[in-house]
């Protein structure tokens, strides 16, 4: 059994999102929930907050390894900036905790839930519902957005796993 | 005494300065280095990094107030992004250790050191040494820069102070 946390960092709100995934490579879900950030005093004060509540998580749901979403690179460089300082506290934050960090980008994540990299994020919200075998109520965006990103680490590990067995047998068959 | 810690983050490397000024706004040279983050393993390693040598100077030197400049928007949006997972890092330990962060414009600090918001890199390098009476060795570009920011703060706040004086007076005198 491995535990999985998957973060989607933001200066307004960052989604946390944990999951566990059995040797078969099933997940079930066990918490997820938005920091929200906003009302902090100022801006260093949210990323402040978004460390304090990520320790937290990490304290009290003690997961084996992080994903995390890559950049998407926007058009508006004052916005990335500040996603990029609020990605910048969250990963300090999971290396200052030991754990490692696996990233992946916007598309893959898609494509791993949905099957297309383009999908629409109510498609992959609905998925991750569905995996995850979740009530049909409205998930927070951003909280859904890091099950998102949790549920694609344990399909890769698997893949890569499943891909490392097959190599073993092949090996051990010569 | 006040002790000013300045910081100039990046994600390669980070600068570090401290400072103490006393009431009459005299500086007086404590601490300056570079962190060197580059030969970490992978990108967040180095910002753990980063959070790790920045808790240690402040729990080493114990600043009362920090500096800290404003992120230059480059046209490299990657390169903005970089910095600002650098500066988010160092904001969050800032913030987490209950420190007021303070935040300079390039052109301030260029203005507060030199008189002139498009000094070159150089002279605000030898107006550093020289305000804080610094052997005419080289310093290190982003340990300068670090007691650059510092010395702004220092002076920005002796003048808010001048000016807070002024106004007592001139209500004393009503």
Request: aromatic share 2%; proline share 3%.
């Amino acid at each position: 059994m491995t535990r999985i946390l998957g973060i989607d960092p933001g200066s307004q709100r960052t989604g946390v999102g944990v999951i566990d995934v059995d040797d078969a490579g099933r997940c079930t879900f066990v918490h997820c929930e938005a920091l929200v950030l906003l009302d902090a005093a100022d801006f260093p004060a949210r990323l402040g907050r978004l460390c304090e509540g990520l320790e937290t998580v990490i304290d009290g749901f003690r997961p084996d390894e992080v994903a995390i979403e890559t950049v998407f690179m926007d058009k508006n460089a004052s916005s990335a900036l500040k996603l990029g300082h609020a990605r910048g506290a969250a990963l300090a934050t999971v290396v200052r905790r030991h754990l490692a960090v696996h990233e992946y980008a916007p598309r893959l994540i898609k494509q791993s839930l949905v099957g297309r990299g383009a999908a629409e994020k109510a498609q992959v919200q609905h998925m991750v519902r569905l995996l995850l075998k979740l009530p049909d109520t409205k998930l927070q965006p951003d909280a859904a957005d890091a099950l998102a990103v949790a549920l694609t680490h344990a399909h890769m590990s698997a893949t890569a796993l499943r891909a490392g067995a097959s190599v073993a047998l092949l090996r051990r068959r010569r």
